[in-house]
């Protein structure tokens, strides 16, 4: 994969980040997450770079990104929420459509769900566009958070066993899409006629956004774990050092 000094000489540059973990600390209360200072530093110097869109790809709800990201509607940062399933881009289609038949089945197994929760104190819900998640990082007792864990996987395995399941830090995701981050950044690509792509994460969903990558795009991991990116940083810190890296590079390259 390329290198900073590489990809700061693209045509144009689409720069992909995971937000939780990522540009923002992992937080016991999902909503009051935020980009770390230095993170949204970064952010805004890429955006200020010449030829780069900078995009924010989560599996978070599209409205909930939104918060979080504390995005406007003259924000020039795209969204991709969901892992990919909703999307919010100048002049593209707004929400998405789902069948009744999802919905329904989506909003009796997130019930369900709540009451096996309410069981394990700590645990909570997470409404999504497309599913449910189960919150486990605030549960103290750990054969508690697996007991609750294999009963939510048991009851969507028998009622929903086309859905889809994530497991990310402290939470576990179930969902009537099976698209993935992977996805949501070739959607991105097309959509901003990108000729190369950074895209960082630092969870297990987002190995298929960096799998995905190409020998002329750069993939970074934040933190621990195995990966398929070409480089590893330790913490957020060391990423927005790398991305102001690349946005200092990309101005460079083209005065």
């Known amino acids: 994969m390329s290198d900073i000094a590489t990809i700061a000489r693209a045509e144009t540059l689409l720069v992909a980040l ?27 110097a890429l955006v200020r770079a010449p030829a780069t869109v900078v995009a924010f790809v989560s599996g978070r709800s599209l409205s ?4 979080i990201a504390e995005h406007t509607d003259d924000s020039p940062i795209l969204l991709a929420g969901s892992h990919g399933a909703e999307y919010l881009i100048p002049g593209a289609a707004g929400d998405a459509t789902i069948d009744p038949a999802d919905a329904e089945l989506r909003d009796s197994l997130r019930r369900e769900a709540e009451d096996l929760a309410r069981e394990v104190p700590g645990a909570w819900i997470e409404p999504k566009t497309f599913g449910f998640g189960v919150h486990l990082r605030t549960v103290s007792d750990a054969a508690s958070a697996d007991r609750l864990r294999s009963a939510v996987d048991a009851l969507v395995a028998d009622r929903a066993p086309h859905w889809r399941r994530r497991q990310g830090h402290g939470i576990v995701e179930y969902a009537f899409t ?21 895209f960082a ?13 190409g020998p002329g795009d750069l993939g970074i991991r934040v933190g621990p774990g195995e990966t398929a ?4 940083v330790a913490d957020i810190e060391e990423l927005a050092a790398l991305l102001s890296a690349v946005a200092r590079e990309r101005v460079a390259a083209r005065q």
């Open 18 to 44: 995971d937000f939780d973990g990522t540009l923002s600390p992992l937080v016991d209360e999902p909503m009051s997450a935020r980009m770390a200072p230095s993170a949204r530093a970064a952010v805004d």
């Open 64 to 67: 909930d990104l939104r918060v």
């Open 178 to 198: 099976d698209v993935g981050k992977d996805a949501a950044v070739a959607h991105l690509c097309e959509a901003v006629a990108a000729t190369a792509v950074v």
């Open 201 to 213: 994460g630092d969870d297990v969903t987002d190995e298929d956004a960096l799998r995905s990558l």
């Open 229 to 232: 990116a070409s480089v590893r």
